[in-house]
């Protein structure tokens, strides 16, 4: 019998919205009609629902007329009871879950009797909020354990919670290329796989355009038609550096850029030189020097001058020794990294930055001005050292249109 109760009961619970109006509606009228039925039979109703053998009008109406006030009343407190409260509850949950307390759970047990919709949404909540929730205290042994592996400060703990500190931005940052960078290669497998082997992907940045390579297409088409180019865009930071050159031919085949053989047996690839690339100076278009259109190395002289750190490159390493024995009046000022930062520096510094022409379009407020000296950089298509079939049509077809 217990048993058969509590399934009676469950039963009832989850009763859809609709069959609870109804039953509403059938309980009140029938109550009423009943309560009515008493006072006619007992006579307490003096005539008033029932005279001579007739119903008058006026008790009708008046009968009709409760019927619909108590049902409107009874609709009304049934609706806040099983719908409207546990909506605001229901409410109340999602925003803490949304606030990150996936602890929040719903319990329809404990409204009373609900509709079916409200106890499977319910559920759903549920079931959400289980899947989503990591207990703080594993959170805050996640976070140590990276702190540790990675013998970084990432956060700072306060009261109010967790906030990022300048090397955990910069790990944050990183991690969203590297999540973007794994989305593109699946991209690019695709798309290999569609086109087969015929197609060269050019990694290009601001540090490493490719669209010299774009213009020379036309010529290069005749050459090997049956190739195609697919661009494949990379940050440009010293660790995608290391590692796009260490493993040209893998998701990237070409890149260009200035080098020297120190580079490329550090990095463990080879190069295709195009040309001698002379050294240049980009100046702020606000710069006094901006209004010449040839500098000399004396134009430098009491001015900062912007240089890749020693090491870098061998050919600008001896400019630099030059600059420095035959000119003490420039101020050489060192940089680590070739990156659009340090265009961004030089334009807002007011100082003056070694250049030359294939990066002459990265800043729209700085000049690139020859300078009349003689210091030139290699630059070139850099590849594998055992590129494949594909990639060596098309470096030879880049040496018959340079005529190298």
Not at 251 to 263: C, E, F, H, K, S
Request: glycine fraction near 4%; proline fraction near 5%; include cysteine.
């Amino acid at each position: 019998m217990k048993n058969a109760f509590n399934r009676l009961r469950s039963g009832m619970e989850t009763l859809n919205l609709t069959m609870l109006l109804i039953l509403n509606l059938f309980f009140m009228v029938f109550l009423l009609l009943a309560v009515c039925t008493v006072l006619v039979l007992a006579g307490v109703d003096e005539g008033f629902l029932y005279h001579d053998g007739q119903v008058e009008l006026g008790g009708a109406l008046a009968f009709v007329y409760t019927v619909c006030i108590l049902i409107a009343v009874s609709m009304v407190v049934m609706i806040r009871m099983v719908f409207i409260h546990p909506l605001q509850r229901n409410i109340e949950a999602m925003k803490k879950l949304a606030n990150g307390d996936f602890t929040v759970r719903v319990n329809h047990a404990e409204h009373g009797y609900v509709p079916r919709e409200m106890v499977e949404f319910e559920q759903s909540f549920n079931k959400a909020a289980e899947e989503l929730f990591i207990t703080p205290p594993a959170v805050i042994k996640q976070i140590t354990s990276l702190e540790s592996s990675l013998d970084l400060k990432l956060f700072i703990r306060s009261p109010r919670g967790l906030k990022l500190t300048e090397a955990g931005k910069s790990v944050y940052r990183d991690a969203q290329y590297i999540v973007q960078y794994c989305k593109d290669a699946v991209v690019r497998a695709k798309n290999a796989a569609e086109e087969g082997d015929k197609v060269i992907r050019i990694g290009v940045s601001p540090m490493t355009p490719g669209q010299f390579l774009l213009d020379l297409w036309p010529s290069l088409h005749q050459h090997c038609p049956d190739i195609k180019f697919q661009l494949v865009p990379y940050e440009n930071t010293p660790e995608n550096a290391r590692e796009i050159l260490r493993n040209l031919g893998q998701n990237i085949d070409i890149v260009a850029g200035p080098y020297d053989q120190n580079l490329l047996d550090t990095r463990q690839c080879a190069a295709l030189e195009l040309s001698r690339e002379p050294v240049r100076c980009a100046v702020s278009i606000y710069h006094p020097l901006a209004a010449k259109e040839t500098l000399t190395a004396d134009d430098l002289h009491g001015e900062n001058f912007l240089m890749i750190r020693r090491g870098w490159n061998h050919y600008l390493d001896q400019m630099r020794d030059e600059l420095w024995r035959d000119h003490p009046q420039i101020h050489i000022v060192d940089f680590d990294f070739l990156s659009i930062n340090i265009f961004n520096q030089c334009e807002n510094s007011n100082d003056i930055l070694m250049t030359i022409d294939n990066w002459k379009n990265i800043h729209p407020l700085l000049k690139t001005i020859p300078v009349d000296w003689d210091y030139t950089v290699p630059f070139g298509l850099f590849h594998s050292p055992k590129p494949s079939a594909t990639v060596k049509r098309f470096l030879k077809a880049v040496k018959t249109v340079y005529e190298l």
